[in-house]
């Protein structure tokens, strides 16, 4: 129907912030792809992975990767630099902008890996930890120990969390330990306030449809997630806990104009308001002050805003999922195997939201956006207003 019929399909997609999207997106790919050769070329250990992976010698590698060439299709899943990012509106769940991976003509693929990868969130998984905490009554003040605790998985295995710098302290804030990120923190919620099931019906409720793990690894985003469904995910914390399902399509007409279908946003209040307000307040410290404050004193966007940085273990995932009352966008950055790492110092905060940052602003200096057919005109400094319930 779609060649024979002359059907009309309207999206939800603002070209312009498509645009925008595509540069940074593109810019910052072609960053990393650079840190990602130049640091490969002096691992020896990871030159041998890959060489041995794809029996090939490793002065054949060294070849591909330094001299900037396209890399050949066989070598993509170890040697490309990839990456997903999604801007929503998170009141009426309109997908505004998607990149689906590198936008290179020899790259391009038929894989979008903003809707059908699963990749481990790392540290972005950690709102939905500390929400469950502050749900069955801890608060933004509740101390924990920020201390090493071993785990034992079985009668011979144990897991000994790490924070990600080595770092340890005393008695830490929640809000502390989610502004910093800190893994012991995270951990001993886990072991401490609340059950790893409670956590997975939350990341249920807030339309995560991928195998979470019911486990005391949870507190570190070890079970993989789809870059649309976190990016909706957090959505729902910019839209006072009210959920829109991501929607791309407005409706589809006839060569005459008649519609034959319309799609109309589905939306569902999982949480409630004053909950949602003191847990968002607490990924505003992230930004303010915390692991995203680069967003503020290096690329001067000062809106208020919320979000989260994350990094596996690994380094072979890197994440920016961040928000203001009128936009929500999420960034990935990675290989699209997940054993290679990105580079021994591509965190969130370094490989992921430089382009968040960047499309951010550029957005906002456009003053509006189209979405369902409508102009949405942007405040810089519009807030979340307080509920009466939260003091």
């Known amino acids: ?72 299709p066989k070598f993509r899943d170890q040697l490309l630099v990839q990456g997903a990012a999604i801007i929503i509106n998170p009141t009426s769940g309109s997908i505004l902008g998607m990149i689906g991976g590198r936008q290179e003509e020899f790259y391009l693929d038929h894989f979008n890996r903003s809707s059908q990868a699963k990749r481990q969130p790392g540290s972005v998984f950690k709102p939905l930890i500390y929400l469950t905490a502050l749900e069955q009554g801890n608060k933004s003040t509740t101390e924990l120990l920020n201390q090493p605790l071993a785990i034992f998985i079985d009668d011979t295995t144990h897991w000994n969390p790490q924070n990600h710098d080595g770092s340890t302290g005393l008695l830490t804030t929640l809000r502390e330990g989610l502004k910093k990120s800190l893994n012991l923190i995270s951990v001993r919620i886990v072991q401490e306030l609340i059950k790893p099931y409670d956590v997975v019906k939350n990341a249920k409720l807030f339309g995560l449809t991928t195998k979470i793990k019911s486990v005391d690894a949870i507190a570190l985003g070890v ?69 995203g404050g680069s967003i503020r004193w290096k690329y001067k966007f000062y809106s208020p805003m919320a979000g989260k940085t994350g990094t596996t273990n690994s380094k072979a995932d890197a994440w920016f999922v961040g928000f203001t009352p009128q936009l929500s966008i999420g960034v990935w950055v990675g290989m699209d195997d997940p054993s290679v790492s990105l580079g021994e110092k591509q965190f969130g905060s370094n490989a992921a939201l430089p382009i968040f940052a960047r499309a951010i602003k550029d957005i906002y200096s456009l003053e509006h956006y189209y979405a369902d057919g409508e102009k949405t005109m942007l405040i810089k400094d519009l807030d979340w207003d307080r509920p009466d319930e939260v003091v």
Not at 21 to 27: G, P, R, S, Y
Not at 246 to 262: E, Q, V
Not at 264 to 290: A, F, Q, T, W
């Open 223 to 291: 079970s993989e997630v789809i870059p649309l469904e976190i990016t909706s995910a957090y959505s729902a914390i910019a839209n006072n806990g009210i959920i829109a399902k991501p929607n791309a399509i407005i409706n589809i007409k006839d060569r005459h104009g008649r519609i034959i279908k319309s799609f109309i946003p589905e939306s569902e209040e999982i949480k409630d308001e004053s909950l949602i307000y003191i847990l968002r307040d607490m990924m505003k410290s992230v930004i303010d002050s915390g692991t």
């Open 1 to 72: 129907d779609l060649y024979k019929d002359g059907l009309i399909i309207n999206t939800t997609l603002d070209s312009r912030v498509q645009r925008i999207l595509n540069e940074h997106f593109n810019n910052g790919l072609l960053k990393n792809q650079s840190i990602f050769n130049k640091e490969l070329i002096n691992n020896d250990i990871k030159l041998n992975y890959i060489a041995n992976k794809n029996n090939v010698s490793i002065d054949s590698l060294i070849n591909i990767v330094s001299q900037d060439s396209i890399i050949p």
